[in-house]
């Protein structure tokens, strides 16, 4: 202890005996560092979190319209299965005893095939669909709605035992999903274990036709005596995985999709296919439809946001490493240190030169300067004699004006921020209470069996999201079609009767860019002025097909048509009307001289419209 007071009153000492110089020098390094690395440790803090809660914001934002998308598709796959279970020609096939002779036997699969091309032809990402029997899989040659190769059909034998068509068996016409699984394994076909992973690795869709069809009028029930197909719908892992894909906003940032009890539907590594998630979030950290969690990957923390689909119920997870958030801080805070050390070395040099000039003056700057940092910006310190003082304190008084100023102007800017983000998710609101209502519409049509208005529903579904969510002029042609085909479908059941729609699209690059809804105003005049004078037999033909450099598309009908000044009117002078003239500028501008809107057409005979644009 006597040794502690020695050395406590040798500093006292030192203190005692120091200038006055070197106490204002050490004073100001420590009224100028201990506030900053204070300040550079608690802003360090603070910004991380709001990172993290702005992150957690967008996270769950972007997980939510992941899952709404793809519940789409998925809505739309299950109101195809609907409309293909109560089709009365596959109730007629299938009411029947089990054939005897193989010829009979290719005979219903021909006709199967060509009753799920009716409702699966169009559709690209399908494996295999399927009507399953204990006896034989029909529709094998149904290659038309895959693009995946090689096709292998479903065993009956294997399929009926196995845990898929008794789960299917017991729901008694319910569509169910069952996540990614081996059907090698599951069907007993350990031969074809050596297949490529992304033809072994698929998730289903099933249900038993169980419904009973209106035929002639009357209801039809499935007799006891007949075994009733099981419809099985086989996807490749990557038909999720297109709807997760996208530029990681964030370094390390994946996607993947994962049921309820924890088996994998799709994730980046294909060799996790099918196994149980070893995150093990699945247990206890969706307890909701949707959230965001920060939690430990191995050793790593993360921030996840995930989203449960209404139609399967699996979960899509967006996983983001805490890291890679908060990379950019020890940058900002050795900006605050750098800060720090030119104040304390600027503040060493002013209070060696001005010490001892200092003494009255500084405690009137000391007390300015307290009320400052305790938020008072309205401080004024009154002249003083000396020069130096003079502009000093001149100088201090403008700051804390600008200081006032800023206050001002940040809290303005931030009002003017908080408007605009309540601007954008009213904006965000008005589309997603459309989309919603529209699905409950469809629904309400399918619980009342009308197919017809709830494909007219998913169509205006379909248009209005590509019209309200694609804000981009230049489009993939294949997206422009699909645009197309549900604004036909739609002006085809307002004018039933009236005139038939038919495609003829071959030979089309795929990926093609094009100006967004070039061929609309063009099918929009066919169906309003062409067909105005029909009453029945209408006919407009849509066709697309590659010709050495070019692509050509026509738009013709047997309408009323138009005579040749007509035509030139159109053409030379603008007087098509605003669609037309908005077709050309836009080809005009897209492709210059490359693009050309051609017309031909005769009165009472009908128009064919061509626009060719370069391939």
């Given at each position: 202890?006597?040794?502690y007071?020695?050395?406590?009153?040798?500093k006292?000492?030192?203190?005692?005996n120091?200038?006055?110089?070197?106490?204002?020098?050490?004073?100001?390094?420590?009224?100028?560092?201990?506030?900053?690395?204070?300040?550079?440790?608690?802003?360090?803090?603070?910004?991380?979190?709001i990172i993290?809660?702005?992150?957690?914001?967008?996270?769950?934002?972007?997980?939510?319209?992941?899952?709404?998308?793809?519940?789409l598709?998925?809505?739309?796959?299950?109101?195809?299965t609907?409309?293909?279970?109560?089709?009365?020609?596959?109730?007629?096939?299938?009411?029947?005893?089990?054939?005897?002779?193989?010829?009979?036997?290719?005979?219903?699969?021909r006709?199967a095939?060509?009753?799920?091309?009716?409702?699966?032809?169009?559709e690209q990402?399908f494996?295999?669909?399927?009507?399953?029997?204990?006896?034989?899989?029909?529709?094998?040659?149904?290659?038309g709605?895959?693009?995946?190769?090689?096709f292998?059909?479903?065993?009956?034998?294997?399929?009926?035992?196995?845990?898929?068509y008794?789960?299917?068996a017991?729901?008694?016409?319910?569509?169910?999903?069952?996540?990614?699984?081996?059907?090698?394994?599951?069907?007993?076909?350990?031969q074809?274990?050596?297949?490529?992973?992304?033809?072994?690795?698929?998730?289903?869709?099933?249900?038993?036709?169980?419904i009973?069809?209106?035929?002639d009028?009357m209801?039809?029930?499935?007799?006891?005596?007949?075994?009733r197909?099981?419809?099985l719908?086989?996807f490749?892992?990557?038909y999720?995985?297109?709807?997760?894909?996208?530029?990681?906003?964030?370094?390390?940032?994946?996607?993947?999709?994962?049921?309820?009890?924890?088996?994998?539907?799709?994730?980046?590594?294909?060799?996790?296919?099918?196994?149980t998630?070893?995150?093990?979030?699945?247990?206890?950290?969706?307890?909701s439809?949707s959230?965001?969690?920060?939690?430990k990957q191995?050793?790593?923390?993360?921030?996840?946001?995930?989203a449960?689909?209404g139609?399967t119920?699996?979960?899509?997870?967006?996983?983001?490493?805490?890291?890679?958030?908060?990379?950019?801080?020890?940058?900002?805070?050795?900006?605050?240190?750098?800060?720090?050390?030119?104040?304390?070395?600027?503040?060493?040099?002013?209070?060696?030169?001005?010490?001892?000039?200092?003494t009255?003056?500084?405690?009137?700057?000391?007390?300015?300067i307290q009320?400052?940092?305790?938020?008072?910006?309205?401080?004024?310190?009154?002249?003083?004699?000396?020069?130096?003082f003079?502009?000093?304190?001149k100088?201090?008084n403008?700051?804390?004006?600008?200081i006032?100023?800023?206050?001002?102007?940040?809290?303005?800017?931030?009002?003017?921020?908080?408007?605009?983000?309540?601007?954008?998710?009213?904006?965000?609101?008005?589309p997603?209470?459309?989309?919603?209502?529209?699905?409950?519409?469809?629904?309400?049509?399918?619980?009342?069996?009308?197919?017809?208005?709830?494909?007219?529903?998913?169509?205006?579904?379909?248009m209005?999201?590509?019209?309200?969510?694609?804000?981009?002029?230049?489009?993939?042609?294949?997206?422009?079609?699909?645009?197309l085909?549900?604004?036909?479908?739609?002006?085809?059941?307002?004018?039933?009767?009236?005139?038939?729609?038919?495609?003829?699209?071959?030979?089309?690059p795929?990926g093609?860019?094009?100006?967004?809804?070039?061929?609309?105003?063009?099918?929009?005049n066919?169906?309003?002025?062409?067909?105005?004078?029909?009453?029945?037999?209408?006919?407009?033909?849509?066709?697309?097909?590659r010709?050495?450099?070019?692509?050509y598309?026509?738009v013709?009908?047997?309408?009323v048509g138009?005579?040749?000044?007509?035509?030139?009117?159109?053409?030379?002078?603008?007087?098509?009307g605003?669609?037309?003239?908005?077709?050309?500028?836009?080809?005009?501008?897209?492709?210059?001289g490359?693009?050309?809107?051609q017309?031909?057409?005769e009165?009472?005979?009908?128009?064919?419209?061509?626009?060719?644009?370069?391939?």
């Amino acid at each position: 202890m006597a040794g502690y007071r020695y050395i406590y009153r040798d500093k006292r000492n030192l203190w005692k005996n120091m200038k006055l110089r070197t106490k204002l020098i050490l004073c100001f390094v420590l009224l100028i560092s201990i506030p900053s690395v204070t300040n550079a440790v608690i802003n360090y803090k603070t910004s991380s979190d709001i990172i993290v809660s702005n992150a957690e914001d967008s996270i769950l934002e972007i997980v939510k319209k992941k899952t709404e998308i793809s519940d789409l598709m998925l809505n739309h796959i299950e109101s195809r299965t609907i409309d293909l279970i109560s089709d009365p020609d596959l109730f007629t096939l299938f009411d029947r005893q089990q054939p005897r002779t193989d010829e009979e036997l290719l005979r219903m699969d021909r006709k199967a095939t060509e009753i799920l091309n009716k409702y699966f032809r169009n559709e690209q990402d399908f494996y295999s669909v399927q009507l399953v029997t204990s006896y034989y899989s029909f529709g094998g040659g149904a290659t038309g709605y895959t693009t995946n190769s090689p096709f292998v059909s479903v065993p009956p034998s294997g399929f009926v035992h196995s845990y898929i068509y008794q789960k299917i068996a017991e729901v008694k016409g319910s569509l169910l999903w069952f996540p990614t699984y081996d059907w090698t394994r599951i069907y007993g076909q350990p031969q074809l274990g050596g297949m490529d992973a992304k033809f072994r690795m698929v998730f289903s869709a099933g249900r038993l036709l169980n419904i009973s069809p209106v035929i002639d009028g009357m209801s039809r029930s499935w007799p006891q005596r007949v075994e009733r197909p099981v419809l099985l719908i086989n996807f490749n892992e990557e038909y999720y995985r297109q709807y997760m894909a996208q530029t990681p906003a964030v370094q390390g940032s994946y996607f993947y999709v994962v049921s309820r009890e924890g088996q994998i539907v799709t994730y980046p590594d294909n060799s996790l296919l099918g196994m149980t998630d070893a995150n093990g979030w699945y247990k206890d950290q969706f307890t909701s439809v949707s959230g965001t969690a920060l939690v430990k990957q191995g050793k790593e923390d993360v921030l996840i946001g995930y989203a449960a689909s209404g139609i399967t119920g699996w979960v899509t997870v967006y996983v983001v490493p805490y890291r890679q958030l908060v990379r950019n801080l020890p940058t900002v805070s050795y900006t605050d240190l750098g800060i720090t050390l030119v104040l304390l070395l600027l503040s060493v040099g002013i209070a060696y030169v001005i010490s001892s000039h200092l003494t009255k003056p500084i405690k009137k700057m000391m007390a300015a300067i307290q009320l400052t940092g305790a938020g008072d910006f309205s401080t004024k310190i009154p002249d003083q004699p000396q020069l130096e003082f003079r502009i000093l304190v001149k100088r201090y008084n403008q700051m804390n004006e600008r200081i006032l100023e800023l206050i001002e102007e940040n809290y303005k800017s931030t009002r003017r921020e908080k408007e605009a983000e309540m601007l954008a998710l009213n904006l965000q609101l008005n589309p997603h209470f459309l989309y919603n209502t529209l699905n409950i519409i469809n629904w309400m049509a399918l619980e009342r069996e009308e197919s017809e208005i709830s494909q007219m529903i998913v169509s205006l579904s379909t248009m209005l999201q590509y019209t309200v969510n694609n804000g981009q002029e230049e489009v993939l042609l294949e997206d422009d079609l699909n645009w197309l085909r549900s604004y036909t479908h739609i002006m085809g059941k307002r004018y039933a009767g009236v005139f038939e729609v038919e495609y003829d699209m071959e030979n089309l690059p795929p990926g093609k860019v094009v100006p967004k809804l070039f061929l609309q105003p063009i099918v929009e005049n066919a169906i309003i002025h062409s067909m105005e004078a029909v009453v029945s037999g209408g006919r407009i033909m849509i066709t697309g097909r590659r010709s050495g450099e070019r692509l050509y598309f026509t738009v013709s009908d047997n309408g009323v048509g138009m005579s040749k000044d007509h035509i030139e009117d159109m053409l030379i002078h603008d007087a098509g009307g605003i669609g037309l003239r908005n077709v050309k500028k836009r080809l005009n501008l897209m492709y210059g001289g490359l693009a050309e809107l051609q017309i031909q057409s005769e009165p009472g005979v009908g128009t064919v419209v061509t626009v060719v644009i370069p391939y």
